[in-house]
């Protein structure tokens, strides 16, 4: 079974109507989900059309119906009613039809049900008068329904599209054109065409449009946007740049690695639309309820419907066939399966729009209800807690210096590893030669390992103790020195204070690592772990009963951030997008840690909320729908109650979207009570 | 309605692993080999 990403309703795989992106295929109930998924502006622009042709339409509808009488009323009703009807309401039947024909329930049939009935009710009044004990139409009804639950729909999409501004502000780093270099002439063309391999200019003040190396040139870099670091980046001929960074100064010639959907922007926006489709553990209340829903509802409709039809004409109210077809269209109308099934997919989007505001991606938002309960955090040392690009200290070579130094670099510019990163820049100043290494290989937590004409090359990390290896002779060793990061101490604080428990687990001494958690206060620390110990630390805590969060480098960590109930990941710059783990920290800034903490726990909260109320509302007034509130009001509340059922089920979603907009202050709030 | 704890969709009747005597489903393989690497975290 696949979830409709966009009203998070079960959806059977055999459904024809499906969407691919970026090699994934997505399943949606019903059309309309499929239009909003695809294009959502297009989706914005089609409702406020339809909408500029139902109101006008229904008002008049509603105003000659109940102002004037006059010959051949419900003829002129009839006409009025078709735009409406047939033009606004298209989507709704369309969507119906493949509900049916996928033998599945969705709110369009629904919809459909009630304005179709009413609407041929009032076309058999129309053409049979005397048929029925009234001459009126229910033309007004079957309008207004359709107007009511379009502006719902409308309200939705406008503050679904307000919710996610910070996603599409990331998509509106990458420029419209590119100024490709043919034979180092520059010529613009559409991002669109620009593949991997061809070398583009970024003069500047320009956004960088695509992922790549920089072939020529060298300038300064603004990586704010990504990374939230914002010193700028001097970037020259070899450096990586990303995507939707700016370049400050100088012009650049790049190399594109990825372009489009390959680019670390599009990825980041790609990972901040999935959180939708991941499953809180919590929903499992809201599936079990909405895979019954669209049956139940007609069950209750046609029972009402029936049971009012006896009743009332067992007691003799000539009214009874009229008010049991009310009853069908109040009842299938005010039901809201969407309310229910957007309750936490929207919950969810919004959180990660608002996270990764605050320089927290989420990339697996079915980590949510653990992230909620989070009472232990384990930090990795290296590039973790310390700054992640560490001093080299003591560097010394014996032999051949100038090949040491070559060999070194040449192993080392293979690894992603913050000191290897850091080991590379130092040797650059020493005008390295680039050496080929076969058989390379990374070994997480000892080094890394190769071949050099015939001969094994080792460099392997022991602790801060840097040593080269050729056939096991060392050539080069260096030690590495690692700055806590700033603002760390408060950081850690804060999150003891909010009776979190704090462990460090590092592959490094214990006189280094005592040294640190002594600075930090903190009292329990394993250390000389290698990678899988790692992972058996977090196993150990979680068998006690505590929820882990394991925060990480994302590089050497995988397996204990995986075995985490939330494996938390630093990074930037390209490897955001493949960075391991649930969450990834943009910026760096561990203060984020307790942040996405609580942001777990106020998206929890507010998924049960929406939860609550739409099965609340569903629950209380489905039953007045179907006429309890009768013997206290009478049976004149059906000349309004298909109206008011539209315009409530119309308000049901917009409202459950509304209370998850407020996610974004609360969280604001909570993260700013519990830091110091 | 059985549900896959990993990823909270249907599991399926054919696809089971069991943990501490007590049987799980899935929807695939994958969720499956991940509940297996470490099954406290899906179960609690």
Known sequence: MAVDPVCGMYVSEDSKIYSEQDGTRYYFCSQGCKDKFDEPDAESKNLKLKLMVAWPFSIAIMAIGYLFVFNFKNFVLLLLVLPVQFYAGLDFYRGAYAAVKNRMGNMDLLISLGTLTAFFFSLVITFYPGLFPVDYTYFDASAFIITLILTGNYIENLTKRKANSSASALLSLIPDRVHLLDNGIPRDIMIEKLVPGNIIQVRPGENVPADGIVADGSSEIDESMLTGESEPVLKKAGSNVTSGTMNINGTLSVKVTAAGKNSTVNKIYSLIQMASMGRAKIQKISDIFSSYFVPIVLIAATSSAIFWYFYLRSSGNPLYFIISILVFVSVVVIACPCAIGLAAPITLLISSNESSRNGILIKNSSSMDRLSKIDTVIFDKTGTITDNTPKIINFTTSGDRKLAVSLLYSIESGSNHPVARAIVEYLQGMNPEKLDISQYKEVPGIGVTGEYMGKTLEARRSGEHISLLIDGNELASLNVEHNLRSGIEKDIKNLIRNNIRVLIVTGDTVENTGRIASQLGIEEYYCSIKPEGKAEIVMEQQKKGSYVMFVGDGINDTVAMQTADVGVAMASGSDIATASGDIILLNNDLKNILGSIIIGKYTIRKIKQNIGWAIGYNSALIPVAAGVLVPLLGLGIYYVLPIFAALAMGLSSTTVVLNSMRLGKHMEKGIMASSL | ?44
Do not use: H, L, W
């Open chain 2, 1 to 44: 309605m059985a549900t896959d704890p990993v990823c909270g969709m249907k599991g399926k009747k054919e696809i089971e692993s069991e943990y501490n005597g007590k049987k799980y489903y899935f929807c695939r393989e994958g969720c499956k080999a991940e509940f297996e690497k470490n099954p406290i975290k899906y179960i609690r």
